[in-house]
């Protein structure tokens, strides 16, 4: 099998394989009557929020990082989510990240921005404001609650569909929000609320999950996985539309994404398992994101992996472990 090891527009250095096309997969679609710039498919590639040194935002990578997503064949950049930091910006900070993100997107991808809050004002003030600035898609998460239950966790995602128009994605990611939302309860959402198309599967384990949320709602609803792509080739396999991550090599998500539709599984397994290492390593709670910025600072996306605290970073003994990891790997195949 050919590999191949290009270098993507801007200079940085990208594993990707050969054919850049953004094909739609033939996973569940329940956008057929959504215009094609507002569909959501395949691997979309969460941002993170570039800092300096000295801890402002740091505009200038946002242009960089979707430059790559579009190139290696991402369909869409997810902005203001955990990656994103996004609990740890200020409103003006917010605003800025997303006006730089939809305008280097130019209508090449799909932008999805995190509007999750604690209150229903402030969703509906984020959900609103992504929707003016250009956004294609909201990803809403639910707010921490001291008595989770699902008639005040219906009114808040209520509240968002109030407001917009274009897509909801429905976060759930109980390990960060502390809100458990049954396959039932999601299919609700989806049943009653007319934007609530698509979902960010975060509850491990997910395989399962999805089939149980893809037998109650059809061909209603798209199913997203994340968690850093850890189980992205049975996400797939159980009828995933493809992922929403950070994960720093997202061309390994396309080739995978590609190989599974095209029905080549003994090739996708291999790319999988490949990465596995990688994969494991990055996605550690605490340091993953720190990780993840390393990783792309040596691939020249951005050119400082700072976090704000309290987000740890990365010791030298990580950073040259990591090293190992990254010079052991594959290129990816040629799909």
């Known amino acids: 099998m050919n590999r191949i090891r290009v270098t993507c527009g801007g200079g940085f250095s990208c594993r990707r394989s050969s054919r850049r096309s953004q094909e739609r ?82 209508g090449r991808i799909t932008v999805t921005v995190g509007v999750s809050s604690e209150s229903h004002a402030l969703v509906t003030r984020r959900t609103k404001e992504a929707g003016e600035h250009g956004a294609t898609a909201v990803m809403v998460s639910p707010g921490r609650m001291a008595k989770p239950n699902e008639p005040v966790l219906y009114r808040y995602f209520e509240a968002v569909q109030a407001v917009t128009t274009i897509p909801i994605v429905v976060q759930d990611h109980p ?41 109650l709602t059809g061909d209603n609803m798209a199913i997203f996985g994340g968690l850093g792509g ?18 720093a090599y ?35 709670p605490g340091i993953g994101l720190s990780i993840r910025k390393y990783s792309m600072v040596k691939r020249g996306l951005m050119d400082t992996f700072t976090t704000r605290p309290p987000s740890p970073s990365i010791d030298k003994p ?11 790997l594959p290129d990816i195949p040629a799909v």
């Open 25 to 106: 997969s033939t996973y569940n679609n329940p956008e057929d009557d959504l215009p094609a710039d507002t569909r959501l498919n395949g691997i979309h590639f969460m941002l993170p929020t570039p800092f300096k040194e000295n801890g402002e935002v740091d505009i200038a990578p946002f242009k960089r990082l979707v430059d790559c997503a579009a190139e290696t064949g991402c369909t869409g950049v997810v902005g203001l989510g955990v990656m994103g930091e996004a609990h740890r910006l200020a409103d003006d900070e917010r605003t800025a990240a997303l006006d730089a993100i939809v305008e280097a997107a130019d």
């Open 175 to 215: 390990g960060e929000s502390g809100v458990f939302m049954s396959a039932p309860f999601i299919a609700r959402l989806n049943a009653e609320l007319p934007d609530a198309r698509y979902l960010k599967l975060e509850d491990p384990p997910t395989p399962p999950k999805i089939t149980q949320v893809l037998a």
């Open 230 to 247: 850890s189980f992205l080739f049975e996400e797939l396999r159980r009828g995933g539309s493809g992922t929403m991550t950070g994960f």
């Open 250 to 284: 997202p061309e390994v998500l396309v080739a995978l994404h590609r190989l599974v539709a095209a029905g080549d599984i003994d090739t996708a397994r291999k790319l999988f398992y490949d990465w596995v290492p990688y994969i494991r390593y990055e996605n550690q």
């Open 318 to 328: 990580t950073q040259d472990e990591l090293d190992d990891i990254l010079a052991s």
